[in-house]
């Protein structure tokens, strides 16, 4: 049941409008740059893109879950391997909760090895009486504040892919080394979240998950099977001229994919029915996402259905809506509902952080784990009254012990958010937030099912 596309089908989008894309002041170079991306090695597999839509066709039947995370903005200087191990230590953590306190299973993507580039609300921003284009990722331009730094450098992109090489491959080793092995669990709370409460919670846990193990080895289970997990990427499919040349041809099938990440999304900015982001991820073959945010029609969802999966394959689409606290559960139904009744299969994934950001006193972007919680909770609801699965979730957070957003068992408020504000974009769960949130929708999922 595959879309065929001809190969001159991966450049249609080039005629039609292009949202959020960088302004590269040197055209000759970027042309340098994707030539030059074009020659470099696959980060992922095509057989491993298969394999992850197979497991989102059990996630869109109600037999698994998603757990989808990482950076808001990943940075070259985050490319590092503490930063990394952490992040990947906390998404292996959070997947434990859900397994075991849900008895789900969950499949792992990290928003990670890839999410580079930004789409912005304006073009520039401005600090007094200076003005520079917005900062759009690492992938694009500098943080720093500073007209050298803010320039759009088509030789970010080269880094890009680098660092999403670097990052890849230690998430791979990590995942299939025995880092990630279970019996390791108690290894991944370390350090300052061991002494939260949610670590605490998680020791517990963990503890729980030892005697299990105990009791299956007891029982003849060869324990090698709880060595390693199955990890997949995904970023957001925004810059199109890097995606593009990203995209081979598949040698088995004749199929493309794009080879930057097993998962790519389209965001609620760029998902344009006759826009070039939605024109291009038709024709590759990767598992795709849209994020539909509060203004969706149930029309819209379904124009997106037709144009990205006509052929109704499971696994193919997963719609990752960002509603809001307050809109979700007047939002969210109507989209179920038809798309339900149209019977296509669509694997439903909650993403409770962007449509849940305010600006704080002090001038930082933030958001309320207790908005973040209730988001989750109105997913849960709306699914449940509907008799639909609630597939997952989808949240930036970091491995860090950052002060982005308030709330959870530390009680951070407003104040302390300068203590460790680091993020490059927007606010991100710290280690500790991320395993409360993870505990609650444990919960929220037993009581569901
Ligand atoms: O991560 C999402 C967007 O890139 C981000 O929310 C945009 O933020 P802005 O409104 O500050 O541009
Ligand atoms: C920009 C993002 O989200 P959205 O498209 O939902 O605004 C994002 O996930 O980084």
Redesign the pocket.
Known sequence: MSTSSAPGDLDAWRGLPALQQPEWDDPDELRAVAAELAGQPPLVFAGECDQLRDRLADVARGEAFVLQGGD?AETFSGSNADAVKNKLQTLLQMAVVLTYAASVPVVKIGRMAGQFA?????PTEVRGDVELP?YRGDAVNGFDFDADSRRNDPSRLLKAYHCSAGTLNLCRAFTKGGYADLRQVHAWNQDFVAQSPAGRRYERLAGEIDRAMTFMKACGVNPDAFHEVEFYSSHEALLLEYERALTRIDSLSGLPYDVSAHFLWIGERTRQLDGAHVEFLRHIRNPIGVKLGPTTSADDALALIDRLNPHHEPGRLTFITRMGAGRIRDALPPLIDKVHRSGAPVAWICDPM?GN?FEAAGGY?TRRLDDVLDEVAGFFEVHRALGTHPGGIHIEFTGDDVTECVGGGHGLVEDDLHQRYETA??PRLNRGQSLDLAFMVAELYRKSS
């Open positions: 808001c930004k789409p912005r609300s304006k917005a962007h950001t972007k974009c927007d």
